[in-house]
């Protein structure tokens, strides 16, 4: 039966113009896909949101302090900070709650700079505390602070360029024409596609001095005025000159900060007033909480947060007879209140965003300063030859001001004055609109000669500017000049207290653990025991249990690191002071429940690194690839327990070999096949997740079996199974060559 047919105007004819109705997939290169729709917005988050410029501002914290410039809050009184927020909308479309955050960052209550930029009064939060929440921004008031001054001189002087707001209603600075050197001395991290920034704050009077010191000799010694970095919370900075040398140099590293602490002798308690910028004071109290649970921390018996509007303080109350240096030396070891703080000095320089060290930054700085400067002293310069201008014209009519009045009186229609007065005077149009703009009371005499008077200490000072901008030594003092002046009335005592050499070294002394030799057993359901030799004499058989068995025995020290390789590609590194000693009687601890490791994984081997993670380590995969990495790829600066990504995911693990030294190995596939190789072959690599070099040709059905070194092999014929080159696909093994050996009876 034929299909009946649809009406013509029933059927539905897509819009071109309208989305959703193509059902069609249309296929372009990924290429084009991100360059159409990935990329500019990645440039948009990296050129115009989360990286500073070289006025050490982002765009939000830009459009707010403008704005409040323009409400006239440098000078007045403090306003609703609901009210800043609303008249910031006009330049920022990203919503009221962004705005109020940016100034809570920015602000003298919060505490996360060194030099705030908003005077506030109210709740603003603090920034060393996770849950002390600001109040609203009804409720909290703000203007502008006196430094700000020094960010917006001259601002109206063409020092800057002017760019659109969003919707082109308005004008914004693109950059503010700050005095000295921001970008060192306010801190500032941001995130962007692909990079990021970290740049940790310097105090104002060694960054004045500093670029004073570098404007005077580009090749002077930074160390010499720019001490260290600087935190608005305080602490104690642990000054390596060479690691400080190196953020100098290259922008990059990092610094170690600890807390400041004093102890109470009366009340047996210690007192932590000062923390580490990285951290707040309840992550701290989380760390202490958690190490006295495991009883990692028995000398402590409470521990309490007593900050209140005199600042931050961390009471500690001790147990009768505990050491207190030796106490905080082992929490500085074991929570934040030791830290390091990453230094990433990533600066968006005419849009384009570099890493660059404090040298290149004050050159830019200085760079830029000094042509803010000269368009000031030229815009100065402009103002002043049209006064001059003005003024000869005025000089004129010095003469004869009944001839000028005359004129005006003569003239009938209006719009004849002007040329008349040119004519009469022989001045042009400019200057005879001045001299007809004269208010009547001041045509006397008097008045136009005080303002002729004028003409020679203003040509002096025309002469002056453009020395100026023909004296580039001129400019160079002016800066001089603006930062000595800004470092005077604005420089503040460092904050962070930093120790040199032996109070330094002093400062990072660990606490002592014992130290004394043990024995180890792990086994292959992963239970772990830790054994003295004594007790290894009393009792020397190992109990497992039902169906477990053991899989490796070491011989250590008590200080020792030990690392534990898993089936789920990770390793764990911890402390062998961390396990209880126990006997050979006992089954020892669960490695997964002591580890804090994921549902299902277990420990497929071990290693005892050692104190400078000297030589490498060999993984072999089923499908006959071997990985050769470095042990020391597995040192980590951090504490931390858990390293993913510790081998290649790619084909199942065989097994692990530790190497000291090059060597020769048999490698056994399940054909059975052999293949012995030098260990000289397989290139080492820096990467963990490497899949390594194929070592032995494998047919599809076939895996490799396992690993042994050729003395542990009964292999007799070596030459038949040795190469000289990998991959190789080994010799079939010969009952002669082969592992199992037959047990004889004596």
């Given at each position: 039966m034929p299909k009946k047919k649809q009406p013509e105007g029933s059927q539905h004819k897509g819009n071109p113009n309208v989305m959703g109705l193509h059902p069609a997939v249309v296929e372009e290169p990924i290429t084009q896909t991100l360059e159409t729709n990935y990329m500019p917005y990645a440039m948009s988050v990296i050129v115009s949101r989360a990286i500073p410029e070289i006025d050490g501002f982002k765009p939000s914290h830009r459009k707010l302090l403008y704005t409040m410039y323009k409400m006239g809050l440098l000078t007045g009184g403090r306003t609703k900070s609901a009210?800043?927020?609303?008249?910031?909308?006009?330049?920022?479309?990203?919503?009221?709650?962004?705005?109020?955050?940016?100034?809570?960052?920015?602000?003298?209550?919060?505490?996360?700079?060194?030099?705030?930029?908003?005077?506030?009064?109210?709740?603003?939060?603090?920034?060393?505390?996770?849950?002390?929440a600001y109040a609203a921004s009804r409720y909290t008031e703000a203007k502008l602070s006196?430094?700000?001054?020094?960010?917006?001189?001259?601002?109206?002087?063409?020092?800057?360029?002017?760019?659109?707001?969003?919707?082109?209603?308005?004008?914004?600075?693109?950059?503010?024409?700050?005095?000295?050197?921001?970008?060192?001395?306010?801190?500032?991290?941001?995130?962007?596609?692909?990079?990021?920034?970290?740049?940790?704050?310097?105090?104002?009077?060694?960054?004045?001095?500093?670029?004073?010191?570098?404007?005077?000799?580009?090749?002077?010694?930074?160390?010499?005025?720019?001490?260290?970095?600087?935190?608005?919370?305080?602490?104690?900075?642990?000054?390596?000159?060479?690691?400080?040398?190196?953020?100098?140099?290259?922008?990059?590293?990092?610094?170690?900060?600890?807390?400041?602490?004093?102890?109470?002798?009366?009340?047996?308690?210690?007192?932590?007033?000062?923390?580490?910028?990285?951290?707040?004071?309840?992550?701290?109290?989380?760390?202490?909480?958690?190490?006295?649970?495991?009883?990692?921390?028995?000398?402590?018996?409470?521990?309490?947060?007593?900050?209140?509007?005199?600042?931050?303080?961390?009471?500690?109350?001790?147990?009768?007879?505990?050491?207190?240096?030796?106490?905080?030396?082992?929490?500085?070891?074991?929570?934040?209140?030791?830290?390091?703080?990453?230094?990433?000095?990533?600066?968006?320089?005419?849009?384009?965003?570099?890493?660059?060290?404090?040298?290149?930054?004050?050159?830019?700085?200085?760079?830029w300063?000094?042509?803010?400067?000269?368009?000031?002293?030229?815009?100065?310069?402009?103002?002043?030859?049209?006064?001059?201008?003005?003024?000869?014209?005025?000089?004129?009519?010095?003469?004869?001001?009944?001839?000028?009045?005359?004129?005006?009186?003569?003239?009938?229609?209006?719009?004849?004055?002007?040329?008349?007065?040119?004519?009469?005077?022989?001045?042009?149009?400019?200057?005879?609109?001045?001299?007809?703009?004269?208010?009547?009371?001041?045509?006397?005499?008097?008045?136009?000669?005080?303002?002729?008077?004028?003409?020679?200490?203003?040509?002096?000072?025309?002469?002056?500017?453009?020395?100026?901008?023909?004296?580039?030594?001129?400019?160079?003092?002016?800066?001089?000049?603006?930062?000595?002046?800004?470092?005077?009335?604005?420089?503040?005592?460092?904050?962070?207290?930093?120790?040199?050499?032996?109070?330094?070294?002093?400062?990072?002394e660990e606490d002592p653990v014992e130290d004394y030799p043990v024995h180890l057993f792990l086994s292959r359901e992963g239970y772990f025991k830790k054994i003295t030799p004594q007790s290894l004499r009393m009792s020397g058989e190992q109990k497992y249990k039902e169906g477990d068995g053991p899989s490796q025995s070491f011989e250590a020290t008590n200080r020792s690191e030990i690392l534990f390789f898993t089936d789920k590609c990770q390793v764990y590194k911890i402390r062998l002071s961390e396990f209880d000693d126990t006997k050979a009687s006992v089954l020892g601890e669960y490695l997964p429940g002591k580890l804090g490791m994921d549902e299902g994984e277990s420990?497929?081997?071990?290693?005892?690194?050692?104190?400078?993670?000297?030589?490498?380590?060999?993984?072999?995969?089923?499908?006959?690839?071997?990985a050769r990495v470095a042990l020391a790829a597995y040192r980590t600066t951090s504490n931390r327990r858990k390293l993913t990504g510790a081998y290649s995911d790619k084909s199942p693990l065989v097994c692990i070999r530790r190497l000291d030294e090059d060597g020769e190995l048999a490698v056994y596939s399940t054909e059975p096949r052999c293949l012995i190789f030098h260990t000289s072959l397989l290139a080492p690599k820096t990467t963990r997740t490497t899949q390594g070099v194929q070592v032995m040709t494998l047919k599809p059905k076939y895996r490799l079996d396992h690993v042994s070194a050729v003395e542990d092999t009964g292999i007799v014929h070596h030459s038949r199974y040795r190469v000289r080159a990998v991959p190789a696909a080994g010799a079939l093994l010969k009952a002669e060559d082969s592992e199992e050996k037959q047990l004889e009876l004596l």
């Open positions: 009210n800043i927020v609303g008249q910031t909308m006009r330049l920022n479309p990203h919503g009221d709650a962004a705005i109020y955050e940016t100034m809570v960052r920015l602000s003298k209550g919060y505490g996360a700079l060194l030099t705030p930029f908003v005077d506030s009064k109210g709740n603003f939060g603090k920034v060393y505390s996770r849950d002390m006196p430094i700000c001054a020094e960010l917006f001189r001259d601002i109206d002087s063409d020092t800057v360029d002017f760019i659109d707001n969003y919707d082109n209603t308005m004008k914004e600075p693109a950059l503010l024409p700050t005095t000295f050197p921001n970008i060192l001395v306010s801190a500032n991290s941001g995130i962007a596609v692909g990079m990021a920034s970290q740049l940790c704050g310097f105090n104002l009077s060694e960054v004045c001095q500093t670029t004073v010191a570098y404007l005077k000799n580009p090749e002077c010694n930074l160390q010499d005025t720019l001490l260290a970095p600087d935190f608005p919370t305080g602490g104690e900075l642990l000054c390596d000159p060479a690691a400080l040398e190196d953020i100098y140099r290259t922008g990059r590293g990092s610094v170690k900060v600890r807390a400041r602490w004093r102890y109470v002798k009366a009340e047996n308690l210690i007192e932590i007033y000062e923390i580490p910028y990285s951290t707040t004071t309840e992550a701290i109290l989380d760390k202490v909480a958690e190490l006295i649970k495991a009883g990692k921390a028995k000398e402590i018996s409470d521990m309490r947060d007593e900050t209140d509007l005199s600042g931050l303080k961390l009471a500690i109350d001790l147990k009768r007879g505990t050491d207190p240096d030796k106490l905080m030396a082992k929490l500085f070891r074991m929570t934040t209140l030791q830290d390091s703080i990453s230094c990433n000095f990533n600066v968006l320089i005419a849009g384009q965003p570099r890493v660059l060290g404090v040298r290149q930054i004050l050159e830019e700085w200085t760079g300063r000094t042509d803010s400067v000269r368009r000031r002293v030229h815009f100065v310069l402009g103002k002043r030859r049209e006064k001059l201008h003005l003024l000869k014209g005025l000089k004129r009519i010095l003469l004869d001001i009944d001839k000028a009045v005359r004129i005006i009186r003569e003239t009938e229609a209006e719009a004849d004055v002007i040329p008349n007065l040119m004519i009469g005077f022989g001045i042009d149009q400019v200057q005879a609109e001045y001299v007809a703009e004269i208010k009547l009371r001041n045509i006397n005499k008097e008045y136009i000669l005080k303002r002729v008077q004028e003409v020679e200490s203003l040509q002096d000072e025309i002469d002056d500017l453009e020395d100026i901008l023909q004296n580039p030594k001129r400019v160079k003092k002016i800066l001089i000049d603006e930062l000595t002046a800004v470092e005077k009335k604005y420089g503040q005592p460092r904050r962070t207290v930093i120790l040199y050499g032996q109070e330094a070294e002093a400062a990072e420990v497929v081997w071990a290693c005892l690194p050692g104190a400078d993670y000297a030589g490498e380590l060999l993984f072999f995969f089923e499908n006959g690839k071997v």
